[in-house]
């Protein structure tokens, strides 16, 4: 510092006066010097003295700090070339890359779907789906009609009442169902032939063959193909639907009427549910198909009754009328269904649901029965939303 005061000093200092030079001849000045460049030049004679005067008031010189010297000042460092850079323009000064990400970016995902309550089975619930009834706060005392009308019911399991009289059509129809059940040996032009002699049984199996199980290779062609394409088992069930359909269908009162195409529709998925369940099990596939179908027959003759009866509930029913219902209704299709003789696993089935009911059976058949009740029941309850 002391060296840079003493150059600056001496380059603005007035030249001391002295003997006056020897004369010399003038030298024209560089074309590019001016007058005011000639005024400033520095006298060096004068530097020594200056220098002297500045050196004295400097304080001592200490040696610098190692830690200073590896560390830079960070005031003193460049700021970055971004600090300087204009903002950018939203829409305009958006990097490519960042425009191709949003372009390409996975759409926002959809709000969920509202959550639908699931209508739980139970006996309340069941009973109220099949007198359409909304389903209500469930209560534990029975009124009076409920009391009126489950004795009514009960009636109906009285040795005095013969099985034949709770379903009068079936002693018509049933010996026909099983001379075409136990038909096993005929061959497929006999057995079109014979289907072709009913109308509604040839056109239900057209209908089964046509749809979406047996249709891969196209419609049918005509009623060989059809049976054909379904085979024994499923030739049989179709015979099981025609002829049990009209025993099953609905009187002339109120709650058998309006119950009649849930009733059909529940023994359809509770046949088709035990037929998986029992082909699972190593079990024949086409008696689970049959007791599922035959097992609604139960409430088929228990509304029947309440019809007859005059029973015309306004109140969903209470937990303590459901429950003795079904269970009632159990002995009824093992009374009924067991003079059938449709099979041997069917009849001690049937047994059991007379003499004690099927809720506290640990049978095979039994369990699997219920199972495929309750399967059936949950999707009546709570039935696939519209498309």
């Not at 209560?139 to 709770?166: C, F, G, K």
């Not at 179709?238 to 269908?249: E, S």
């Not at 529940?266 to 699972?280: K, M, P, S, T």
């Amino acid at each position: 510092m002391a060296s840079w005061v003493a150059r600056l000093i001496a380059g603005w200092r007035t030249p001391a006066p002295g003997p006056a030079p020897t004369a010399a001849p003038p030298v024209a000045p560089p074309p590019s010097a001016s007058p005011a460049a000639a005024s400033i030049a520095p006298d060096p004679a004068a530097a020594p003295v200056l220098l002297d005067v500045v050196q004295a008031h400097e304080p001592p010189a200490t040696a610098p700090d190692a830690s200073a010297l590896s560390e830079p000042d960070s005031r003193l460092a460049p700021a970055p070339a971004s600090a300087f850079a204009p903002a950018p323009t939203p829409g305009l000064d958006t990097p490519a890359a960042a425009v191709a990400t949003a372009e390409t970016a996975e759409p926002a995902a959809p709000p969920p779907a509202p959550v639908v309550p699931v209508m739980p089975v139970t006996p309340a619930n069941t009973v109220a789906w099949l007198i359409s009834l909304p389903p209500g706060e469930p209560r534990s005392q029975p009124n009076a009609d409920e009391l009126v009308a489950l004795a009514h019911v009960r009636t109906l399991l009285s040795p005095d009442r013969p099985a034949a009289d709770l379903l009068p059509r079936a002693g018509a129809v049933i010996p026909q169902l099983m001379a075409l059940m136990r038909q096993e040996d005929l061959s497929l032009r006999t057995m079109a032939e014979q289907v072709a002699k009913d109308r509604v049984l040839a056109a239900e199996v057209l209908r089964v063959a046509s749809s979406a199980t047996y249709r891969s290779g196209g419609e049918p062609r005509d009623l060989d193909d059809a049976i054909a394409r379904i085979g024994t088992v499923g030739l049989r069930s179709a015979i099981a639907r025609v002829v049990l359909k009209p025993i099953l269908r609905g009187e002339a009162g109120a709650l058998s009427a309006q119950a009649e195409a849930g009733l059909w529709a529940l023994g359809e998925r509770q046949a088709q549910a035990l037929a998986d369940l029992c082909g699972a099990q190593g079990l024949d596939r086409f008696e689970g198909y049959m007791a599922g179908l035959v097992h609604s027959t139960g409430w088929t003759v228990a509304l029947r009754a309440l019809d007859r009866a005059g029973w015309r509930p306004r109140l969903a029913p209470s937990i303590a009328f459901a429950e003795p219902l079904i269970a009632a209704k159990d002995a009824l299709f093992g009374k009924v269904v067991g003079s059938w003789a449709l099979a041997p696993a069917i009849d001690a089935l049937c047994a059991q649901a007379a003499r004690g009911g099927l809720a506290g059976s640990d049978a095979p058949f039994a369990v699997l029965l219920r199972q495929s009740e309750q399967a059936a029941m949950a999707a009546m309850l709570n039935p696939d939303p519209p498309a």
